[in-house]
């Protein structure tokens, strides 16, 4: 089993920026990938941004190109998300999840494990 916990959410200003951080335990030698969700209210839980366990590729949605990087920190077992420039409809609360595969990519049902999400609020 792999245990995710993430943090760094809040409110925000648009305009402003945000870095979450995604912690995890465990089994951490089954994840192939990491990716981050984003899930507002009364809306389907999408795709923001996964990258490596090695660290060595990344993948965005569109919406975020530009202005979030994801990034990994070896030592600690941990995924970060840097969110700049951000936009009242980013509200939502943001889920960190690893996949066990290559074929994890930019979709839930590819992910094997997920963390208890944080939310992020941006005010206009």
């Known amino acids: 089993q792999v245990q995710l916990v993430e943090s760094g959410g809040g409110l925000v200003q648009a305009g402003d920026s945000l870095r979450l951080s995604c912690a995890a335990s465990g089994r951490t030698a089954s994840i192939y990938r990491m990716g981050w969700f984003r899930q507002a209210p009364g809306k389907e839980r999408e795709f923001v941004a996964a990258i490596s366990w090695s660290g060595d590729s990344t993948y965005y949605a569109d919406s975020v190109k530009g202005r979030f990087t994801i990034s990994r920190d070896n030592a600690k077992n941990t995924v970060h998300l840097q969110m700049n420039r951000l936009k009242p409809e980013e509200t939502a609360v943001y889920y960190c999840?690893?996949?066990?595969?290559?074929?994890?990519?930019?979709?839930?049902?590819?992910?094997?494990?997920w963390g208890q999400g944080t939310q992020v609020t941006v005010s206009s």
């Open positions: 999840a690893a996949g066990k595969t290559e074929w994890a990519r930019d979709r839930r049902y590819q992910y094997d494990y």
